[in-house]
Each structure stands twice: as structure tokens, then as C-alpha cells.
């Protein structure tokens, strides 16, 4: 596997270039749907909204429309992105599915990158384009952009009538859309190899994928139509293949990716009611991994990152609509696999696009790390866990991941011609960002982040009388079921205070609150003035229930603390946090910059003590060096990570001269001692030392003799201030 190029390496080279029984739903339109175009066609008119809710979700999102974006950086960088929704030319997305057609381009140039007339991956720009421009028009409601949509899915429309009439050559099935021939799918069959072909499904799955988006997000009943009849031939395609030939298609490195498409074709089954789809969608089961990750078996070393994690949120999807526990219990376990033991502090997962060995963190740093597309499809497996079992810790890694890996993706500059999103984010010492990426899958996945933000800041539960507020960004909801209004006001992700105020409507409702892990500063909430005795633990839901009226005020201050994050593998390689804020170091040296802070503490312990504010919010400086937010996006050259030096047992100006040694953990004396801070006083803290120098006597990390020094060091230290 490592002697296959990359595809980002192929990019650049190619840069000089041209370049089974459903379970009952809360609303299933399409239950004894009868088959044919005219009837999908129907039932697309009838249902050109939301997807019906499995009963199986305890937890459900609000339609994207219904929570707007407030002011705010959030807003600033999903404005980018509308500009270059706004802009981009429709055609040039459709120049390589109107060529494939033997249909006139209209002088329209393909969008370069991987998306160029002879691209192997060809067409799967467009369909994130799709996802682009629907999710942009459920946010804005602009009349332009639903012009715009609706010409794409047209002319969509009008390539699969071609192929299917005079494609050369002819297609399998009237059904069958792609930007190439059938070919690159015929050739996997007898299982052809990545780069001879790239990922044949992976590229239909985002076509299909931004029809649906086109119908569940904008209401074009034809983009419905035009997605089943493709359903249609993938199941005329592998329903007839043994379950043996298509578990080896699915096992080859990268020709075999096919993204989601068991979690679109389970979404399509659940709008069109055809068992010929649910049938497909299993069709993708990756037997060998899906069955490791129900028996919480990890085999992840060595495999394609995004080529699997898609496949884990299908499975989800999947257990909707069989009740096959598992697919749950994969995906469940999958997700831990990943989320701690292979994410870098942004929350992204990944060195060079594979999984590297479970815990190996500080070994895998360097300049290809955290593909920005892993971390896009880690977040909808997150949001995904939780519709099932709302645990707060999937909405911790979602904002982990969507605060510091997909704001940060987007460059702080305007572009018409580019997405300007990241690939790769390293997080090796005195890397820098690289954007653009048009016609690639972080450059198509990055259109679809900027546009969806407010995707989960709230969810309601299925029953309709809780709300889960998850993220604290500036947004209003609109819940006309319940009659409700609700603005957040916040700076997020800047430290301050967060108001919730019922703008209209009111009743019954438990407000559950998240109390993010990073929250150990304090959580406290007041509705209308008055402190609420309630207790907050940092990693869980505080509830809130009572009658609310309109004009009712939720205020909640959780102060953020500067915080260090160790690497699993070497805890002397850390990473800086203000809260849920990613502090990098701006640097441009390539070697680890050294950092020491224990000699600085007070009694209470506090990096605060040791790092100090620069002046602007989020910024702070330390040996010699900036911290800045890493979610301000440009071309400066920082370090996510660096070393701990902590050589001596140092309290504050008082040297004690005795090796800081560490324990078999990795952890140090005074990493350990410090952990147990605040100290109320001077006598607490050398109790603290002595008691911790007894216990590293007797374990054989000190001498006696240090022992004594290591407690007289204390005692003598002043460390009031």
C-alpha cells in the first residue's frame, strides 16, 4: 500500500498539466410506493422536503433552514464560500458529464485539478457542487441560487437521457449518470487497481448524493428521479455479483473506495420505498473491517482513512432501516477507534490519508496529516452516533473537529475561481496551510463544510419536548412546531458570555444545556437574572425544565483556561488550548520548539501564569513566540505541537537540582504534583510535594537524599503571588 502514489501526489504531478424489512418511520411517504418514472416522479412531487426520521433516533436535526447563522467568524467564512456559490459557473461543473454524453459543453472548461476531461475521478466535483448550491439555498432562500440548482439538475437529467439513447458506448442501464463510460466499473469487477482506475462508486456517491441534497434541501422533484433510476443501476449492477467478488472489490486501495453510497442508497430507499435500493446498499457491505469493528476488533493500521470512515456512518443508516445490531455496534466502536487513540489535536485523523497505528500521535506529525475530507466525514458519523445515543462526547469531538480542522480549513481571503480549502493540515513542526484544491475531494467536501455550520448547533428530541443546544455559536432557531423562536447570542469561538433568549412562543421543555470536557473554569447558568442551583460536570447535559415564556433569558459563562493536550505516545509532546481553541505557535523552524512552564506556576497552577495575553483575543505569547487561534486561516508557518522540557524540579526560583524523572506513563514529578493544583496554601503544597516524594522513593525514582532535597525545595519556595 505505502508504494501506491497518493492521489494529492498524483495532483501534483498531474498540476503542469491541463488538468431485509424496514423498521417503522415517523413518516414513510414511500410505504407500497409503486414502481416506475411516473410514480417516483409523483411521490418526488408529493415529498420534495425532509427524508422521514427513523423511529430509531432518540434525537432528530432541524431542517437546515431553520437555524440561521448569527454574526460572527462562522458567518464571515460561510460568506466566502456563498460567494463562490454565487459565482462559479454552472457549466463548467457540467462540461465533463455533457462531453461524456456526446451533448454540446458550450465552451465551458472542466474545473481543473481531478476534475479535468480525461480525470479518472471526473464528476464528483459536481456533486458536491450540487450539495454546494442546495445547501446555500435552504440557507438563503435567494431565488438566483435555486436558478441555479435546478438548471444543474436539468441538465443532468438531460446526460442520463442521452446515454441511455445514444451513449457510445451504451450503457448497462437507462439509469446509469457518471462524467466517464461505464467502463472503470466493469474493469473493477475483475478488480483493476488504483491509478489504472480511481474510485468508480466514491464518485457516484457524491452525484447521487447532491441530487438528494438538490431534493431534500431545495425541493427539485426531479433530482428524486433522476437518483433512483441510478439506484436502479447500481442494483442491476452488483445485485447480480457473489458476495465473495464484492468484498474484494471493496478491499482494493482506492479503486474500491465508494464513499457513501450504502448510506445514500439506504437515504434514496428511504424516499422511493424500492427494496431494489435497500438491497444495493447492502450490496456495500466491507464484511472483513464491518465485522473487526462489531467485535470492537481494531484493524485500522495501514488502512485508507476516508476510503472506510463513509462507510461506518452507511452502516448507521443501514441498522435504521434492518434493525441488524451490527451495523450499530460497528459504527459505535469504529468511532472509538479513531476518536482519541488516532486524532491530532485539531480533531482531524490521518498521515498521508491512512490510519496509523492506534496511539501514534507524536510519531506520524509532519506535513501531511488530517486529510480535511476524514475529518468532514468523522463529523457525520459524530452527529450520526448521537441521533442514536445522544452521548455528549460525540458533540465534544464535533466541536473539537469543526472549530479547529473545518473553520480552519477555509482561507480568510475571498475567491470566485476556487474553493480555497485545505487538504492535508499538517501538524509537524513549522508547516503551512496549502489551499485551493478545485476538483478534488477535500476541495469538494470543503464547498459542502462552510455551507452547513448551523447543521447541529441545536437537535430536538424525538418526543418534541427537549432541545440539546450542542454548540454555542451565534444562531436563531425556528421551531414552528412548537411555536418557538430562540437567538443565541455569542462570540464564539472567542471567550464570553452566551444568551439564549425565547423570542416568541413558550411551554414546556427541558433545555438541555452541553457542559463541554474542556469546561473545568466553571459552567454557570442564570435564566433571567437568577443563579440555577444546578450541577455541572464538565462532559455532560445540564438540564433546565420549566414552563418558558416569551422574553425568558439563559446565560451561560463557562471561562476558558489554558490547557495543554499530551501526544498518547510521548506525553512530552503536547499541544496548546485556550478552552476549545487550538493555539498554534507561529515559527517557521522544522525541528520541535521547546517549551517550559512548571517553573512559573503559583499555587494555583495555572499556565496563566506562565503564557500571558498579547493584546488581541485568543492571542498569547510565550518564549518569544505567538499563540494564535489556529482558525484564522492563512499562510503563516506555526507548530500545533511542541516538547516539553521540564528537566529539574523547579518551584519557581527555587532549584532543587533533582532530575524531574518520569514514570512509566511518561508522566513527570512535577507534571503529577501540579495535576493535584489548586494548593488553598503554602503548607498544603509542600504536603503535597512530601507525599508525592515519598511515593517516588518507593517506586526507585528518587534517592533519599533527593527526596529531602526535593521537600526542602519546597518548603523554602514563595509561590504566593
Excluded at 472548461?109 to 457542487?129: I, V, Y
Excluded at 464484492?246 to 453510497?261: D, P, Q, T
Excluded at 506520524?364 to 458519523?381: H, I, R, S
Aim: proline share 6%; hydrophobic share 40%; glycine share 10%.
Amino acid at each position: 500500500m505505502s508504494q501506491v502514489p497518493s492521489r494529492r501526489r498524483v495532483l501534483k504531478l498531474a498540476a503542469g498539466t491541463a488538468a431485509a424489512t424496514p423498521l417503522v418511520y415517523t413518516a414513510t411517504p414511500a410505504q407500497a410506493a409503486p414502481t416506475g418514472t411516473n410514480a417516483v416522479e409523483a411521490l418526488a412531487r408529493a415529498t420534495a422536503a425532509e427524508p422521514p426520521t427513523p423511529s430509531t433516533w432518540a434525537v432528530r436535526p432541524f431542517a437546515l433552514g431553520q437555524v440561521t447563522l448569527g454574526d460572527g467568524v462562522f458567518r464571515r467564512k460561510r460568506d466566502l464560500m456563498l460567494d463562490f456559490a454565487r459565482s462559479y459557473p454552472a457549466d463548467r461543473i457540467l462540461a465533463v458529464f455533457r462531453a461524456n454524453a456526446g451533448l454540446d459543453t458550450r465552451g465551458a472548461r472542466p474545473p481543473g485539478g481531478w476534475e479535468t476531461s480525461d480525470g479518472n475521478l471526473r464528476g464528483h466535483f459536481g456533486g458536491h457542487f450540487l450539495t454546494l448550491i442546495a445547501q446555500a439555498y435552504a440557507d438563503t432562500r435567494e431565488a438566483a441560487l435555486k436558478t441555479k440548482l435546478d438548471y444543474l439538475v436539468g441538465a443532468l437529467g438531460e446526460c442520463q437521457r442521452a446515454l441511455a439513447e445514444h451513449g457510445s458506448p451504451k450503457p448497462s442501464h437507462p439509469g446509469f449518470l457518471a462524467a466517464y463510460p461505464e467502463t472503470q466499473f466493469i474493469l473493477l469487477e475483475s478488480y483493476t487497481t488504483y491509478p489504472t482506475i480511481w474510485a468508480p462508486y466514491y464518485t457516484c456517491h457524491k452525484i447521487m448524493r447532491g441530487l438528494l441534497d438538490a431534493h431534500t434541501l431545495a425541493g427539485n422533484a426531479q433530482a428524486l428521479t433522476i437518483a433512483s433510476a441510478m439506484g436502479d443501476w447500481v442494483h442491476s449492477r452488483l445485485g447480480r455479483l457473489p458476495k465473495a467478488q464484492l468484498e474484494r472489490m471493496w478491499s482494493i486501495y482506492i479503486a474500491g473506495e465508494y464513499g457513501g453510497m450504502n448510506e445514500v442508497l439506504a437515504d434514496l430507499y428511504a424516499l422511493t420505498g424500492k427494496q431494489d435500493h435497500l438491497a444495493a446498499a447492502r450490496c456495500f457491505d466491507n464484511t472483513a473491517l464491518l465485522d473487526a469493528c462489531a467485535e470492537d476488533t481494531d484493524i485500522l493500521n495501514g488502512r485508507h482513512a476516508n476510503q472506510h470512515i463513509p462507510q461506518f456512518t452507511g452502516y448507521l443508516r443501514l441498522f435504521d432501516h434492518t434493525g441488524e445490531e451490527e451495523y450499530a455496534a460497528a459504527a459505535r466502536n469504529f468511532w472509538g477507534m479513531v476518536v482519541d487513540p488516532r486524532m491530532y489535536s485539531l480533531g482531524g485523523t490521518g498521515q498521508g490519508e491512512i490510519f496509523r497505528a492506534r496511539g501514534a500521535i507524536a510519531a506520524t506529525l509532519d506535513a501531511n496529516n488530517a486529510e480535511t475530507c476524514a475529518t468532514y466525514n468523522m463529523l457525520k458519523l459524530s452527529r450520526q452516533l448521537f441521533f442514536h445515543e445522544p452521548d455528549p462526547a460525540y458533540m465534544d469531538y464535533y466541536e473539537r473537529g469543526l472549530t479547529n480542522h473545518i473553520l480552519a480549513s477555509r482561507r480568510d481571503a475571498p475567491s470566485t475561481t476556487s474553493p480555497e480549502v485545505t487538504y492535508f493540515v499538517g501538524m509537524g513542526p513549522g508547516v503551512v496551510r496549502e489551499y485551493d484544491n478545485t476538483g478534488t475531494c477535500c476541495g469538494g467536501t470543503g464547498m459542502e463544510n462552510h455551507t452547513k455550520y448551523q447543521d447541529s448547533v441545536y437537535f430536538r428530541s424525538a418526543g418534541g419536548d427537549a432541545l440539546y443546544v450542542n454548540l454555542y455559536l451565534a444562531s436563531t432557531l425556528r421551531w414552528p412546531e412548537r411555536g418557538l423562536v430562540i437567538e443565541q447570542a455569542s462570540t464564539y469561538p472567542a471567550e464570553g458570555v452566551r444568551t439564549l433568549t425565547f423570542r416568541e412562543g413558550g411551554g414546556r421543555l427541558d433545555l438541555k444545556l452541553r457542559v463541554p470536557s474542556w469546561a473545568t473554569g466553571g459552567f454557570t447558568v442564570t435564566v433571567n437574572g437568577v443563579r440555577q442551583p444546578v450541577e455541572a460536570v464538565p462532559g455532560s447535559h445540564l438540564t433546565l425544565s420549566r414552563d418558558w415564556r416569551r422574553g425568558d433569558r439563559v446565560t451561560i459563562s463557562a471561562p476558558y483556561r489554558l490547557r495543554v493536550e499530551r501526544a498518547l505516545d510521548d506525553p512530552a509532546v503536547q499541544s496548546l488550548f485556550y478552552g476549545p481553541v487550538l493555539l498554534v505557535a507561529q515559527s517557521g523552524e522544522t525541528t520541535f520548539r521547546s517549551f517550559s512552564f512548571y517553573r512559573d506556576f503559583t499555587l494555583r497552577g495555572d499556565l496563566a501564569d506562565a503564557i500571558e495575553p498579547e493584546g488581541r483575543p485568543l492571542h498569547f505569547t510565550t518564549h518569544g513566540l505567538t499563540l494564535a487561534p489556529f482558525h484564522i486561516a492563512d499562510d503563516t508557518r506555526y507548530h500545533a505541537y511542541f516538547r516539553r522540557s521540564e528537566p529539574v524540579v523547579v518551584f519557581g526560583a527555587t532549584d532543587s537540582g533533582v532530575p524531574n524523572r518520569a514514570r512509566g506513563d511518561g508522566l513527570t514529578f512535577l507534571d503529577v504534583l501540579w495535576a493535584q493544583a489548586p494548593f488553598a496554601t503554602s503548607g498544603r503544597f509542600v504536603a503535597a510535594v512530601r507525599a508525592l516524594a515519598g511515593t517516588w522513593l518507593s517506586e526507585g525514582r528518587f534517592t533519599p537524599a533527593e527526596r529531602d532535597r526535593v521537600v526542602a525545595a519546597a518548603t523554602r519556595a514563595d509561590l504566593r503571588r
